[in-house]
């Protein structure tokens, strides 16, 4: 799948990791090569960071929508935020109450 080397001559992992910097090159080839494996009428859904927000999935989701315009973008996290998991087993003990959205055991040790 992955080519081209005149165009990117990176690893897929660099590639990944220029992504994940916001890239805007990376991001583009990135979405050109997705865009080759998707089925038709996708729906994407970008992933977001720990911090609930999805900036470089969003922007990958969207370059991809402008080369494949069969597909959809569909932010659904957005307006919500929740504290990162690490901030939270930094002040606690253990994770009795905590609603972290991921399943974890009540008593799973912080430390």
């Known amino acids: 799948m992955y080519k081209n080397s005149e165009v990117y001559s990176h690893s897929l992992r660099k590639l990944s990791k220029d992504v994940k910097r916001s890239d805007s090159t990376a991001i583009a080839i990135a979405a050109l090569l997705l865009s080759q494996i998707l089925s ?16 470089y999935t969003l922007e990958l989701a969207n370059t991809i929508r402008i080369i494949r315009q069969d597909c959809e973008v569909i932010y659904i996290h957005l307006g919500r935020t929740k504290k990162r998991l690490y901030d939270i087993k930094r002040t606690r003990n253990n994770l009795k109450g905590v609603k972290t959205g991921i399943k974890v055991k009540e008593s799973a040790d912080c430390r």
């Open 40 to 55: 038709p009428n996708a729906v994407l859904i970008p992933v977001p960071q720990s911090s609930w927000k999805a900036d």
